[in-house]
Structure formats: C-alpha cells, structure tokens
T-cell receptor, first 114, second 114 residues
Framework: QKEVEQNSGPLSVPEGAIASLNCTYSDRGSQSFFWYRQYSGKSPELIMSIYSNGDKEDGRFTAQLNKASQYVSLLIRDSQPSDSATYLCAVTRANTGTASKLTFGTGTRLQVTL | DGGITQSPKYLFRKEGQNVTLSCEQNLNHDAMYWYRQDPGQGLRLIYYSQIVNDFQKGDIAEGYSVSREKKESFPLTVTSAQKNPTAFYLC?????????????FGPGTRLTVT
C-alpha cells in the first residue's frame, strides 16, 4: 500500500463546475496536510494547507480533512481552464521545531474543459 | 523579491561525471530540502537540512551528497554512483519555528545524463 494515494486521473470537469480531488494516507501519526498545484514542466506551488479536522476555505479552494478516515480532499469551485494541472497531496508527521519530511502522492491530473 | 532560485534550469552531463546543482533562498528559512521527481512518481526526498552544518539523509540519498555552509544555500551534488540520475530536481525551504511546515519550491533543475 502506498503511503499517500491519489487517483492519477485525468479528472475532467466542465468550466464552472466543482472539481473534487481526493487523497488517502496510511500514517495515522500524520499531523499536517498540503495541496500543491503543478503545471506541466513546472515546480509545485503550495495552494492549501490544513492541520485540523474539518474544512478550510481560501477563495475558490476548500480543503477538507478527516483524520479518523485518513483522507484529505480539495474542492475547486467555479473551475477555470487555468486550473488544469496536476494536484499533489502531501502529508507530514512533523512536530514543532523539526524539519518537515513531506510524503507526496503521485498526483491527480485535472482537466477543465470549455 | 523573496524566493528560491535554482540553477541551471537544464543540465546535460555525460555518465560518470559528478554534477552540482545550486539552490539559494532569501526567505530566511531554517530548513532546506532536495527532492527528485520522475515521471509517474511522487516527489522523493533526497536530503534535508534543519540548520547550518547539519543535514540528514532522506529516502533516496544513495549517490548524492550535500553541504550547508550558509543558511541561504544548499547545493546538491549528483555523483557518478547515482545509477539513474536523469530526473527533475526540486529544492524547497521552510520555517521550523511554528506549526506551519509549509514548504516552498524553487523552479527546479532538469538533469539529463547520457
């Protein structure tokens, strides 16, 4: 079993729809969770971080965390063609004052169609 | 402009040669990291450093070496002992003083060894 699992996609959604990206993780000691967006040929860009159960909203993005079920999701509302990218989920069990070793999923490719 | 710079963007080397990838940050971050990304795989941690003159091996350190003589700089050397060096190399940095643990990536160096 992979430590962080994501459906590779592609996930295809029409412009203006909600895109739902999911991620499950195996380490119950994980404390911090991140979503990165990566355009083809570019480096990952941090778009959301979440640390406690529930929802966290930032603009069109909402991250959802359920530690009991060991999943984290990312919702993108009003999807735009510019959202077409690969979305990477990353987790860490980092504690205060230590470098955070992130474990990444392989990413879900999102395609927003016109 | 605060950020992380990596150079060069593209690097070509012959098999058997060592090569050093540069990573500099002016974010005043304590921790720095090196990852490699291969097609279809998630990012994998090579080395990380929490403080100057200290660094730890990540999951795939064999065939690589690093140094951390300055807070701002964390160069990675890919040695001839690395069996499959062709990859996209990503440098990241983060603070370790609070619970954020957010890692920010540089633009990456694409290394091709033939």
């Amino acid at each position: 079993q992979k430590e962080v699992e994501q459906n590779s996609g592609p996930l295809s959604v029409p412009e203006g729809a909600i895109a739902s990206l999911n991620c499950t993780y195996s380490d119950r000691g994980s404390q911090s969770f991140f979503w990165y967006r990566q355009y083809s040929g570019k480096s990952p860009e941090l778009i959301m971080s979440i640390y406690s159960n529930g929802d966290k909203e930032d603009g069109r993005f909402t991250a959802q965390l359920n530690k009991a079920s060991q999943y984290v999701s990312l919702l993108i509302r009003d999807s735009q063609p510019s959202d077409s990218a690969t979305y990477l989920c990353a987790v860490t069990r980092a504690n205060t004052g230590t470098a955070s070793k992130l474990t990444f999923g392989t990413g879900t490719r999102l395609q927003v169609t016109l | 402009d605060g950020g992380i710079t990596q150079s060069p963007k593209y690097l070509f080397r012959k098999e058997g040669q060592n090569v050093t990838l540069s990573c500099e940050q002016n974010l005043n971050h304590d921790a720095m990291y090196w990852y490699r990304q291969d097609p279809g795989q998630g990012l994998r941690l090579i080395y990380y450093s929490q403080i100057v003159n200290d660094f730890q091996k990540g999951d795939i350190a064999e065939g690589y070496s690093v140094s951390r003589e300055k807070k701002e700089s964390f160069p990675l050397t890919v040695t001839s002992a690395q069996k499959n060096p062709t990859a996209f190399y990503l440098c990241a940095s983060s603070t370790i003083r609070d619970l954020a643990y957010e890692q920010y990536f540089g633009p990456g160096t694409r290394l091709t060894v033939t």
